[in-house]
Every structure is written in structure tokens, then in C-alpha cells.
């Protein structure tokens, strides 16, 4: 294999994680939303860890965008 054709596997999978976030910021609202239809009393309180949760969640994703483009342009 040339060395070339990993880099582009590597930087693939690694691009892998920005889909996964896109996954997992849905996964994070709809919980969200569900439970505060259910309970919309502590929908307030539970708000600062859903923006938590949603910046957490999107720094991981760009920083798997970050590996992947280090892969493909760096090395």
C-alpha cells in the first residue's frame, strides 16, 4: 500500500467523527426535549447541561476534523 493511499484512509476515518457529533447532538436534544415535555418544571434546571453537552459534543467533532485535515495537509 502507498503511503499515500493511507493517509487518505486515515484522514477518512478520522472524518468519521464528524458524523458521529452530528449523531450524538441529536441524540442530546432529543432527550432533552423529551424529558422536558414530560417534566417541564426542571426543563430550566437542566439546561446548563445541555449546552454543556452540546459544546462538549461539537469540540470533539472538530476536533476529529482537525485530525483529519493534519493527516491529509501535514503529513
Same mark, same amino acid.
Given at each position: 500500500? @502507498? %503511503? @499515500? =493511499? =493511507?493517509?487518505?484512509?486515515? %484522514?477518512?476515518?478520522? %472524518?468519521?467523527?464528524?458524523? /458521529?457529533? =452530528?449523531? %450524538? +447532538?441529536?441524540?442530546?436534544?432529543? !432527550? $432533552?426535549?423529551? &424529558? =422536558? +415535555?414530560? !417534566?417541564?418544571?426542571? #426543563?430550566? &434546571?437542566?439546561? &446548563?447541561? +445541555?449546552?454543556?453537552?452540546? #459544546?462538549?459534543? @461539537?469540540?470533539? &467533532?472538530? $476536533?476529529?476534523? /482537525?485530525? #483529519?485535515?493534519?493527516? +491529509?495537509?501535514?503529513?
Amino acid at each position: 500500500m @502507498e %503511503a @499515500e =493511499a =493511507a493517509k487518505f484512509i486515515g %484522514a477518512g476515518i478520522a %472524518a468519521l467523527g464528524m458524523g /458521529l457529533v =452530528a449523531l %450524538a +447532538l441529536g441524540n442530546i436534544f432529543s !432527550n $432533552f426535549l423529551s &424529558g =422536558a +415535555l414530560r !417534566n417541564p418544571s426542571a #426543563a430550566d &434546571g437542566q439546561f &446548563g447541561r +445541555l449546552v454543556f453537552g452540546f #459544546a462538549v459534543t @461539537e469540540a470533539l &467533532g472538530i $476536533f476529529s476534523l /482537525l485530525i #483529519a485535515l493534519l493527516l +491529509l495537509f501535514a503529513v
